[in-house]
């Protein structure tokens, strides 16, 4: 009884954080809920064996991204719209050049906007991205580069933060 818990414990504390990274990884907040629920299914079956060895947000944080790219197998064209979220939201919603950024964001494919979301919004460096995702790392670097130009054409770069200057 104790281990369901510290697992209610676990969502409580940190299910909104993990909702916030769903929504950067899936563009959308139908899909990020969808990630958060089967990922924390998922830690709910290893619960047992994770909350002790190793971080259970960080398990979680990876079983999201590995579900999101397991989507891309799925289906390799999808229609992500600009609708506001169904329940009440906290934060501002972006707009001006913020929000063409997050449409344009929100337009790439799948890959390439998981990599970018791992190095900028996680901090991951190009191996821990490979690792969490499954490739190379040439290919975390040529997802990324790819993702960043297709940035850089649909913002100009006077209004751009994705510019190579501010960009590592």
């Known amino acids: 009884m104790e281990g369901n818990s510290r ?25 990020a809920a969808d990630l958060v629920q ?20 960080s398990f979680v944080r990876t079983t999201m991204a590995r579900l999101h790219i397991a989507a891309w197998r799925l289906r390799r064209r999808e229609l992500l719209a600009w609708d506001l979220p169904d329940r009440v939201h906290h934060d501002p919603l972006p707009s001006g050049d913020e929000r063409r950024m997050w449409q344009a964001l929100a337009g790439l494919p799948r ?17 821990e991205i490979a690792a969490v995702l499954g490739i190379s790392r040439g290919t975390v670097r040529s997802q990324a580069s790819r993702a960043l130009d297709k940035l ?13 200057e501010n960009v590592r």
Not at 111 to 127: G, H, I, P, S, T
Not at 152 to 160: G, K, L, T
């Open 111 to 127: 890959k390439q906007r998981a990599v970018l979301v791992l190095r900028y919004y996680e901090q991951l460096d190009d191996a």
């Open 38 to 57: 089967e990922a924390l299914l998922k830690l709910r079956g290893a619960w047992h064996r994770v909350h002790l060895k190793e971080n259970p947000e």
């Open 152 to 164: 850089r054409v649909a913002i100009p770069s006077e209004q751009n933060p994705m510019t190579r």
């Open 7 to 31: 697992f209610a414990e676990f969502v409580t504390e940190r299910g909104e954080a993990l909702l916030r990274y769903g929504y950067m990884l899936a563009g959308n907040p139908h899909d």
